[in-house]
């Protein structure tokens, strides 16, 4: 049995059974109109989302005849750096060059025929951004949780996990057979009790000291907003000698001064963290994943996980947007638009996020952070809330149960480079009277 709350709940069954069928049957199925709305644009800071889709809708990329479109402000995309919006100018033209020369498949895994010149060129780009040896991308940022954890940690290992990690860590811890305890989201304190308790104790039974313990933790949560503690973190693991695997699929590209993520933001070495690992789904507009760490351990990782071997390899035309991204992050187009982009981002984020705190919002996270969740902890405010910003010309995102506790439920914006001041302000207004309408806001005072 392992320790992941999600486990521990077991126990209530019955308890949660009469949750999960209050919030299906209840309020899921009321809210449906919330989720999977098809959008019929690319996913820059406007999107037009499809209300009524005709038959034809599914086989044209553009809204055909017979089929509604409603253009709204996109807060739901993680186009952080707003590659969506200025696709044509930045990177199309090596894309499509690529999508010449090698199409859009490799249709075969990374070790077998799956690994073009382009991906090499990832692999050495994403070492060298993040100072490591080297570096392997795999085809999906889901995929290299789930597959690289298992190759790193096995039977007589200790996986130490934040609570709060993403499902795909969840499932690579799971499949690993390590042994997994979960510390308290972002508690340095609990993380070293934790780590303190099982060295004192050993492995179960036998009490063997572990093989090795490997802490994971993410840069930036998802449904928090909030910065990992890196700093308390490597502390910690350097005091008891444990390894560290950082996610960083939301911070990379997106926050530290040159864009180099969370170890950056928090000013720690990229060599005081073992494994560094992150997507290209957000900042840099493509998909994969990736992990950064010592030449033997990628080497490793080629030869046993799962997504190297028995996975078709990243597309090469998402290479090459991954590649064409990385130049205009680091400068090496030529021009300033990267240091730009990143500059607009910090700039809207912390613009965006004192002027919802000003309306008495309950916003979690903290600054420079583009990732901000109010809290809405009545589910049935999930529909409500975003059936009024759609009705406003707003899409965002809304978590309720699973992916939250049923009462922390709560709405999700996603803030970009990309985003004009005017558009940030004309949404302001709009959730500001939503929260007018749906009783967001905290009491600020007693008898306020
Ligand atoms: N890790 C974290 C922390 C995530 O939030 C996500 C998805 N948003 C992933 C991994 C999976 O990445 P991808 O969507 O690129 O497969």
Known sequence: ASDFPGDDWSRFAPLL??????????????????????????????????????DDAQKSMHAPDGSVCRQCLNLGSYNYLGFADDWHVTCARDVMASLQDFSVST??????????????????????????????????GFNTNATTIPSLVGRGDLLISDELNHTSIVNGARASGAAIRVFKHNSIIDLEATLKQAIILGRPRTRRP???????????YSME???????????????YGAYIYLDEAHSIGATGATGRGCTEFAGVD??????????FTKSFGAMGGYVAADRATIQHLRNTCA??????????VVCQQVLTAFKVIMGEDGTNIGKQKLQSLRDNSNYFRMRL???????????????????????CKIAAFSRECYKRGLAVVVVGFPAVPLLLSRARFCIS???????LDRALAEIDEIAEVLKLRYARSFCG
């Open 357 to 379: 705190e000003e309306m008495g919002l309950q916003v979690l996270g903290q600054y420079d952070s583009p990732v901000m969740p109010i809290m809405l902890y009545n589910p």
């Open 270 to 279: 990229t060599a005081d963290v073992d494994i560094l690992m992150g997507t």
């Open 107 to 140: 249709s075969s895994a990374r070790n077998e025929y799956g690994t073009t010149a382009l991906h090499r060129q990832v692999e050495t780009t994403v070492a060298r951004f993040l100072g490591k040896e080297d570096a392997i991308c795999l085809n999906m």
């Open 225 to 239: 907003g909030e910065y990992c503690d890196l700093r308390g973190v490597v502390d910690v693991c350097k005091k």
């Open 307 to 316: 997504a190297s071997s028995c996975h078709n390899a990243l597309s090469p």
């Open 417 to 423: 480079a990309g985003h004009a001041r005017e558009d």
């Open 17 to 54: 059974k009469s949750w999960e069928d209050f919030y299906f049957r209840r309020i899921y199925i009321r809210v449906q109109d919330a989720f999977n709305r098809p959008i019929a644009s690319k996913p820059g800071s406007h999107i037009d989302v499809l209300e009524r889709v005709s």
């Open 210 to 220: 572990w093989n090795k313990i490997l802490v994971i933790v993410e840069g930036i």
